[in-house]
């Protein structure tokens, strides 16, 4: 049996499914859980992204589809596919929630991209490792600097330049 979300993805009557995380968007009417730990967790710094989210870089973490079960909230998500500029559930495409506007979720043809402020981790510091981003992805589109030791590159991972890593500058009494 699967749930009205697709068949590749968990189903609300597998007794099996056990939520190790929640998710929900910001008026909590879409809400989601997974069963498992991502499978890698990317900070992306491309101009869709800034664009699409109203901020300086996306972060997301990438599930497969069949650890996410969505739990509430499917009536009100709201499609978007950036490549065609249609409002419809063309893979790869954005879903966001229609009555707050949170972005929920990037759609792919096999992945899940989930955008993991939307988790409940208790507090905030308490990020689990497996979230922590192992890399930077169209660095080369930046619009702020972010100074730590992960791998930035300036397209794709492994399939473009990776940048030199910041040196951290003096502070502003050196100057
Ligand atoms: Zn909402
Ligand atoms: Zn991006």
């Excluded at 996306?58 to 996410?68: E, L, S, Y």
């Excluded at 978007?80 to 419809?88: I, M, V």
């Excluded at 991209?113 to 409940?120: G, H, I, Q, V």
Aim: charge should be positive; hydrophobic fraction near 35%.
């Amino acid at each position: 049996m699967n749930n009205d979300f697709g068949p590749e993805y968990a189903s609300i009557h597998d007794a099996s499914f056990v939520p190790k995380y929640r998710a929900s968007c910001y008026c909590e009417t879409v809400r989601y859980d997974v069963c498992a730990d991502p499978v890698d967790a990317k900070i992306c710094h491309c101009p869709a992204c800034q664009r699409l989210h109203g901020a300086p870089m996306q972060w997301a973490a990438i599930f497969h589809k069949k650890h996410v079960r969505i739990t509430a909230g499917i009536d009100q998500m709201r499609f978007y596919n950036s490549e065609r500029n249609q409002h419809a559930r063309i893979l790869p495409c954005k879903i966001s929630c229609a009555r707050c506007g949170t972005p929920i979720a990037d759609e792919g043809r096999r992945m899940w991209l989930a955008f993991p402020s939307l988790f409940d981790f208790g507090k905030r510091s308490d990020i689990p490792e497996a979230f922590r981003p192992t890399c930077h992805i169209f660095y080369g589109s930046r619009v702020v600097e972010v100074c730590d030791d992960l791998p930035k590159w300036a397209g794709h991972k492994n399939h473009s330049q990776r940048l030199e890593a910041l040196t951290l500058k003096k502070g502003p009494t050196e100057l």
